[in-house]
């Protein structure tokens, strides 16, 4: 498998200034972050792209990979809980029709099939490299939420453990985290070590200017990243 400064290397010499999602989880499941099962096959590949689902087991996402494409769920590139192996067959000329009409030009290199996880509660984790302050991680609630709510918050690197769960309780987030009304809590240390692996990202590599999960699902006793964009400094 390639590490991270191969990935980063390989798509900087493309000239891309953004990682494939593929490429982001690779680079984020290396620092320890919990991604989805998935598997990739070529566009065009009907049979490769049926068997993958069938090796995940429906149900599954069907997501495309596309250099032209930043924002997926704007473009029709992603597709989710799709049960079985027509309704995948009918979901691969839709999105291709979708993204043709949505954005004109666009390459899918790859379709990316993840096996879908449990609700959860969703978060947002990530960081960016200002050029002023250095460093610094952003935490809230993440999915849906994220407009609505703004409930992120933004905390410069290095921070302590202390400062971390300071952050973590200065949000919305963290009181669903914490537990009310008959709701148990959730992993508040999954959350923390997502936190802190993007904050070593962040530290490692210079080339990053961006990290977004978003959502992270947390559950009672782990957190998986279900969508991963990384930005690198051209």
Known sequence: MKTPADIIAGALKEGRSALLEHEAKDIVRAQGITVPRSELAGPDDHQA???AA?????????????????????SGAVMLNI?????????????????????????????????????????LIGGLRDAQFGPSVCFGLGGIWV??????????????????????AETKAGAFIQGFRGSPPLDREAALSTINAVSSLLTNHPEIVEIDLNPVRLYARSAVALDARIVLRR
């Open 49 to 51: 792209i049926l068997a």
């Open 54 to 74: 069938e090796k995940l087991g429906f149900p599954v996402a069907l997501k495309a990979v596309s250099a032209e494409i930043l924002h997926k769920t704007d």
């Open 83 to 123: 049960g079985n192996s027509a309704a995948l067959a009918a979901s691969i000329p839709a999105m291709k029709n979708m993204i043709a009409a949505r954005t004109p030009g666009a390459v899918i290199r790859f379709f990316l099939l993840e096996k879908m996880m449990p609700t959860g509660l969703e978060l």
């Open 147 to 168: 407009e609505a709510l703004q409930d992120a918050v933004f905390g410069i690197l290095p921070m302590t453990r202390q400062e971390l769960l300071k952050m973590i």
